[in-house]
């Protein structure tokens, strides 16, 4: 048995406890910004950061005022800290009710969960219990989406079998026809494009101005693409002791004509899904570079498949060299799982 932290978010349900939500949301933005402003005076004069340790004990005894627990506050100054260290810089974006999301972290101690309820300072919030809760809180937070819903958010730890359930070793190609190429088998995942699908609803919306809409519609794509992303990779991980997938990025093909449809496909929800699910299932997990995996030969690794801009539309082609028939991409999951294999010392080959 192995430890590893699961996050369970869940659905407020009270209408009634949107407005107290809020107003905590803005007692949080408060610190932020003093953290923000009191971090910049202390460059400004001593040239020096303040860490979270100074944050926490110059927000000392505000809690009471600001209706916050002592716990939040430490909360609100480490991931404070912790962004600042990230983003490398003198000062971070001021959160304001316009501009961010409302967002109201907690430690496990602060809070009191009994079916169906949590307890916060002494107010009482109901939730839809979709599933189960397990292991102990260990931290998490209240945080609003953009249509304005409210969800609780929960760290717990969870202890997990430490052995796979599968035996197989998948080597996974992303893509923007086929999602998901497994090389383990020979249909490929795939969804329609979800942006496309909308497209013409969006934009009579947007058009119209009817901004409630607008995010009504951005909501249920996104709802739409993770529930499709969680549910497929389930079935990965479970079945599975290794999983490769190649390094494909993003950023570069968001400035082509496919920029639409790499977008849609969301390949690091995938990527961070597929290491997420390895871990809690003991599966081994590996990123490698997928350069000129659609283009080599998993039979005879020469490298005669179609190449270029011009090729993308070529599904199955045939090797020049030893004459095998090849999916394009499962021939490229098949490289990945090679590529993959040869960086991990520690497997044996049995294939
Ligand atoms: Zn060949």
């Given amino acids: 048995m192995s430890n590893s932290i699961l996050t369970y978010r869940y659905r407020l349900k009270d209408a009634t406890s949107g407005k107290h939500l809020l107003r905590m949301a803005w007692a949080c933005n408060t610190v932020w910004n003093f953290c923000n402003e009191v971090s910049l005076l202390a460059w400004r004069r001593h040239k020096h950061f303040l860490s979270a340790f100074d944050l926490i004990n110059l927000c000392a005894g505000a809690g009471h005022a600001l209706g916050l627990h002592t716990d939040t506050l430490s909360e609100i100054c480490q991931e404070y800290a912790r962004r600042k260290r990230q983003c490398h810089k003198i000062r971070l974006q001021w959160r304001s009710r316009k501009r961010s999301l409302g967002w109201v972290p907690f430690k496990g101690r602060c809070i009191r969960l009994r079916d169906g309820e949590i307890a916060y300072k002494g107010r009482r919030l109901r939730f839809w219990s979709s599933r189960p809760l397990g292991g102990t809180v260990k931290t998490g937070s209240f945080s609003q989406d953009a249509c304005g819903h409210w969800y609780v958010n929960l760290q717990c730890a969870v202890e997990?079998?430490?052995?796979?359930?599968?035996?197989?070793?998948?080597?996974?190609?992303?893509g923007l026809k086929n999602q998901l190429a497994c090389s383990d088998r020979p249909e490929p995942y795939s969804r329609e494009n979800l942006t496309r699908k909308h497209e013409d609803a969006l934009g009579m919306a947007q058009r119209a101005h009817k901004n409630k809409r607008v995010k009504a519609i951005h909501a249920r794509i996104a709802n739409t693409r993770k529930d499709w992303a969680h549910k497929t990779t389930t079935q990965i991980a479970r079945r599975a002791t290794l999983i490769v997938v190649g390094n494909v990025s993003s950023t570069k093909?968001?400035?082509?004509?496919?920029?639409?449809?790499?977008?849609?496909?969301?390949?690091?929800?995938?990527?961070?899904?597929?290491?997420?699910?390895?871990?809690?299932?003991?599966v081994t997990y590996c990123e490698v570079n997928e350069f000129g995996s659609s283009v080599t030969c998993s039979a005879c690794l020469s490298k005669t498949g179609p190449s270029g801009l011009s090729a993308l539309g070529v599904r199955v082609w045939t090797c020049t060299h030893c004459g095998s028939l090849h999916n394009r991409d499962l021939n490229a999951s098949r490289n990945i799982l090679r590529v993959g294999r040869d960086t991990l010392p520690g497997i044996p080959l049995c294939q």
């Avoid at 496919?258 to 809690?280: C, I, N």
């Fill in 160 to 174: 997990t079998p430490g052995v796979p359930l599968g035996a197989a070793e998948i080597g996974i190609d992303l």
């Fill in 253 to 282: 093909l968001s400035k082509t004509r496919m920029a639409k449809s790499v977008h849609d496909a969301g390949w690091g929800q995938l990527r961070m899904l597929l290491e997420y699910k390895a871990s809690k299932l003991g």
